[in-house]
C-alpha cells in the first residue's frame, strides 16, 4: 500500500524531531521570562532623573534673575507722589505712606528731605537710606538756595496769605515762575468769576504749572466769599444758568430737561446723574448753587 500524499508532510525524522522538541521548549521558557519579569525601568529611576532635570533647570532660572537684578538700577524720584506699593518697596510702614497721602490730600507737598521726615515720621536710618534718591522740581531748588541766602544774613519772616480777591498783579508776580502775561490771565479769569471761590479755580488759568499753583496757595487764600447771588437750580431757566462760569448752552439744557422728567434737585449728589456734568467742579459749582 502506497502512503498518501498528505502522510509524506508528517513523517519527521529522529533528528527533525528532536529539533522541534528543542524549539518548544525554548519558546515556552522565553514566554515564561518575558511574562514574570519586568523589563521596564523603575520608578526610582525616574524620578531620581526628574529631580536631577529639576535641579539644573532651577540653577538656571536662579541665575538669570541674579543676573537681571544685577542690571537694576535705582533711579531718583519725586517723592510727593510715592503710591502704597512704592513706599512698601522703601520699607516704609503703612503708617508713615498714610501720613503722606493724607498731606497731599490737602494739596500741599513736601520740598526737602526734612519735611519729608516731619511728615512721615520716618527714622532717621531709613531717611538716610532713601534720601539720596529724592528728586525735587529745580525751581524748588532754586528757591531753597535763594532762601538759605536769606537766612544767612537776617531771620525768617512770617508771611501773612494775602486774600486772592484783593491781590494785585504786583502781589502775584511776586511768585516764583509768574510775570506780566500769567497775572493778567489770573485777574481776568477773576473778573469772569466775580471772585475766586476756591484756590483750586486757579486750575483754570491756561499757563499755569503745577508748581506755580503750588506756590500760588503757599502765598494765597480765599478768606471771604465774593458777593454774588447764588441760582436757584430748581427754578433757573437754561438762561439763568448759563450766567454760572462751567454751564454752557448744552448743560443747561440738560439740567432743565432732566429737572422737568424727574422733580426737585435735592443736593449735589443728584447733579451727578446728569450727562454731561463736570463733576471733577462740582464742589465749586455747588457754592455758586441754591437747592
Aim: proline share 3%; net charge positive.
Amino acid at each position: 500500500m502506497k502512503p498518501s500524499f498528505y502522510s509524506s508532510y508528517f513523517q519527521f525524522s529522529k533528528s527533525q524531531r528532536s529539533g522541534i522538541f528543542i524549539f518548544l521548549f525554548c519558546s515556552l521558557v522565553f514566554q515564561a521570562l518575558y511574562f514574570w519579569i519586568d523589563f521596564k525601568p523603575t520608578t526610582e529611576n525616574n524620578a531620581t532623573q526628574e529631580k536631577q532635570w529639576l535641579s539644573i533647570a532651577t540653577s538656571a532660572d536662579t541665575t538669570t534673575i541674579y543676573s537681571k537684578r544685577k542690571q537694576f538700577v535705582a533711579r531718583p524720584f519725586n517723592p510727593n507722589f510715592i503710591t502704597d506699593f512704592k513706599g512698601y518697596q522703601l520699607g516704609m510702614s503703612v503708617e508713615e505712606i498714610d501720613r503722606l497721602l493724607a498731606f497731599r490730600k490737602t494739596n500741599r507737598y513736601v520740598n526737602s528731605a526734612k519735611e519729608f521726615q516731619e511728615v512721615t515720621k520716618v527714622s532717621d536710618s531709613l531717611l538716610n537710606k532713601i534720601a539720596s534718591r529724592f528728586k525735587f522740581p529745580d525751581w524748588v531748588s532754586k528757591r531753597h538756595t535763594a532762601k538759605s541766602i536769606v537766612f544767612s544774613t537776617k531771620k525768617k519772616e512770617v508771611k501773612t496769605p494775602i486774600d486772592i480777591n484783593k491781590a494785585t498783579a504786583e502781589d502775584l508776580k511776586k511768585v516764583y515762575g509768574i510775570g506780566d502775561g500769567l497775572s493778567a490771565r489770573i485777574l481776568k479769569e477773576r473778573t469772569k468769576y466775580g471772585g475766586f471761590v476756591s484756590m483750586d479755580q486757579l486750575e483754570d488759568v491756561w499757563g499755569l504749572s503745577a508748581e506755580v499753583i503750588v506756590s500760588l496757595r503757599e502765598e494765597f487764600v480765599v478768606n471771604e466769599l465774593p458777593t454774588f447771588q447764588r441760582i436757584n437750580i430748581n427754578t433757573a431757566t437754561i438762561k439763568e444758568l448759563m450766567q454760572l462760569p462751567y454751564f454752557k448752552y448744552a448743560l443747561a439744557r440738560n439740567i432743565v430737561a432732566y429737572r422737568s422728567m424727574n422733580g426737585q434737585f435735592k443736593n449735589t449728589e443728584d447733579l451727578t446723574k446728569i450727562s454731561g456734568f463736570p463733576v471733577d467742579r462740582i464742589k465749586i459749582i455747588a457754592l455758586y448753587l441754591k437747592f
